[in-house]
């Protein structure tokens, strides 16, 4: 058996638990004469590439030649893939049908059968044997070949950085990609140290397993195998002729099964590249690429004291990582909470492809009619090399009045401090409100019981039996939670105030600070945009404002 494509990367890899890959079988003919030969190739892909697998069935055909063996093996960026292509070469026996059965590899599939038709002569062209290293094994030692000769300069190894282009603007995505070429077996291959990009912000390109493998080149006449070893995607932060300093990497040739060799060093050339400034006017930050923008709310009609969800969303290619600030929105009569970031980014050869979303809550302070105004985006599309601004519409929103109650509703606090957007809400969480219910129940029922030994003063106006009684009915109604998480928040806080008052008349003791606690609580799940669901947070709030109301009693 002759190694025709040798592995250049023999890595070690943990053995997965469950086994990738695939097993097929192909043949270069369905129809041949009796006097030309087929050849079949069994392709074993990913894990199945370290199996073997015995030569099918055969009818009406004989093996004239083979197996020779493939083998590739490609190491990018951390993503290896692998594939082995065992070659046998076929002769039919007589005209008629031929077949060639099944082949079966443990673990996967057995392959499908394929047919052959047979006719009498030659149908198919004469082919010349092609060997893709010009006659050169270089893996013949590892397996103990005789060596067949040579071509003359046997045993080159060097490295190469090469650059998608030499000039771009600020912002521009530019690829390095790191290769080795050779014509000796490596066994490994590595950075003597990490690369370095002054001048430039560096994002790692992100692959798929075997969607990269070596190819044959000839180099002054001379063949190589080249594989590329790293890929990097970087956008220069600064103008002027920036240079990427040489890389070394350490080289590790194959000696045998049993052999030591020793490593050895090359480096690349420096590279410079031309930087040139966006055009005059660009605002600083500015996103380059292309791009296009979209906004939406997710209702445009609500009821005073209810919040508008508003989305700004970019999506294009290019360095949309940059971009960080928050675009400007301000809106008179309406409360505007910092927004949400959300993104889809992913880097590839070109750019950074994907989307990035801002969203807003806003809650406006008066019934009556609104408008979220018409947001500008601004960047510099290279294809068109101008700066390109788009607008978003503006969007209306009505707001009418709160539908009449028993219990008054609570009005959001003045402050500008930003909503927490809690993540154990964004995302399900393992469900502990019985637990937080039960402490809160504890501490509440401790604080209240503290609170009713002290004199009564003047803060204790409008708790009175009924009132508290009323509270404690609402609370309890099976209806509370039914609804949405903010007409649930509103009732709470109502029945809170019917009995201890407004904020401003709360008492600064412990019962004061379990009140404003609630409340907080309740402003948040009233305005907090509807990311998950609140279920378990409402009944924890609810419980925590019975037990306070309960302890009076």
Not at 36 to 51: E, F, M, N, R
Not at 355 to 370: D, L, M, N, Q, R
Not at 382 to 392: E, M, N, V
Not at 394 to 404: Q, R
Request: hydrophobic share 40%; charged share 20%; proline share 7%.
């Amino acid at each position: 058996m002759r190694l025709i494509l040798a592995t250049l990367f023999l890595l070690t890899a943990h053995i997965a638990a469950a086994q990738s890959g695939s097993v097929r079988t192909e043949v270069d003919a369905r129809k041949i004469g009796t006097d030309d030969v087929a050849t079949l190739s069994i392709v074993l892909d990913g894990d199945a590439a370290s199996l073997d697998a015995s030569l099918p069935t055969l009818r009406n055909l004989r093996i004239v030649g083979g197996p020779s063996t493939s083998t590739q093996i490609s190491f990018v960026n951390g993503s290896m893939s692998r594939q082995k292509v065992l070659s046998f070469v076929l002769k039919a026996e007589k005209t008629g049908s031929a077949e060639i059965g099944a082949v079966s590899v443990q673990g996967y599939p057995p392959t499908a059968p394929i047919s052959i038709d047979v006719v009498t002569g030659a149908i198919r062209p004469a082919q010349q044997p092609q060997d893709p290293f010009g006659g050169r094994d270089p893996f013949e030692e590892i397996f103990g070949r005789p060596r067949r000769p040579q071509p003359q300069n046997q045993g080159k190894l060097f490295v190469e950085a090469a650059l998608s282009r030499p000039a771009a603007r600020v912002g521009e995505p530019i690829l390095v990609t790191y290769y080795v070429y050779t014509q000796i077996s490596l066994s490994g291959v590595e950075f003597a140290e990490a690369p370095k990009y002054p001048g430039f912000w560096a994002e790692e390109i992100e692959r798929n397993r075997g969607d990269t493998s070596g190819e044959n080149i000839a180099v002054q006449g001379e063949p190589f195998l080249r594989y590329p070893v790293l890929e990097r995607l970087l956008f220069p932060t600064r103008t002027g002729v920036l240079e990427i300093p040489e890389a070394r990497l350490r080289l590790v040739p194959a000696a045998g099964a049993f052999g030591i060799a020793a490593p050895i060093e090359r480096s690349t050339k420096a590279l410079r590249v031309n930087v040139g400034a966006l055009p005059s006017g660009t605002p600083e930050g500015s996103a380059v690429g292309t791009y296009e923008i979209e906004s939406s709310v997710d209702r445009s009609a609500i009821t005073l004291g209810d919040a508008v969800t508003f989305r700004f969303k970019v999506k294009g290619r290019g360095n949309l990582k940059w971009v960080d600030a928050a675009p400007s929105l301000e809106i008179p009569g309406v409360r505007v909470f910092p927004p949400r970031v959300t993104s889809d980014l992913k880097t590839t050869r070109q750019g950074i492809e994907g989307s990035k979303t801002w969203e807003f809550v806003i809650v406006p302070e008066k019934e009556g009619a609104y408008e979220i105004p018409s947001i500008s985006f601004t960047s510099f599309d290279p294809a068109a090399q101008a700066l390109k601004a788009d607008r978003t519409n503006p969007v209306p929103i009505t707001v009418s009045a709160a539908a009449t109650t028993s219990v008054p509703a609570v009005s959001p606090r003045n402050t500008t401090a930003p909503v927490s957007l809690r993540a154990d809400l964004d995302t399900p969480q393992t469900d502990l409100s019985r637990a937080a219910g039960a402490v809160a129940l504890l501490a509440a029922a401790v604080q209240a019981w503290a609170w009713r030994r002290r004199p009564s003063t003047s803060t204790n106006h409008g708790r009175s039996k009924s009132a508290i009684a009323a509270a404690l009915a609402e609370l309890r109604s099976e209806s509370l939670l039914s609804g949405t998480k903010e007409r649930a928040a509103a009732r709470i806080a109502g029945c809170m105030e019917s009995v201890f008052g407004s904020r401003a008349e709360w008492p600064n003791d412990d019962t004061g600070d379990l009140l404003r606690s609630l409340s907080e609580d309740l402003e948040f799940l009233r305005f907090a945009p509807q990311l998950g669901s609140y279920d378990a947070k409402l009944k924890e709030v609810r419980d925590r404002a019975l037990a306070i109301l309960e302890a009076l009693q």
